[in-house]
């Protein structure tokens, strides 16, 4: 489960973003995440997998973007 991996706290800041996509458009996220493994600056990119029955899921793509 998405929960198990990146925490409730997470989860719940980027479950909007899922549900957009899982409705059919494409969106990004620029945001500190707080992760069960601390907290991350990161861009993501929620994109849609649409097959010819409709969206069929989600892909997600994640980039730390925390300064160093």
């Not at 479950?15 to 990004?28: F, H, N, P, Q, Y």
């Not at 601390?38 to 300064?67: H, M, N």
Request: proline share 7%; aromatic share 6%; no cysteine.
């Amino acid at each position: 489960k998405m929960i198990d991996i990146i925490g409730p706290e997470a989860l719940e800041m980027v479950k909007s973003k899922i549900d957009e996509a899982l409705a059919g458009r494409a969106t990004t996220l620029e945001a500190e995440v707080p992760y069960l493994s601390g907290s991350r600056y990161v861009e993501a990119i929620y994109t849609p997998d649409v097959g010819p029955d409709g969206v069929r899921g989600v892909y997600v793509s994640v980039t730390d973007i925390t300064p160093l």
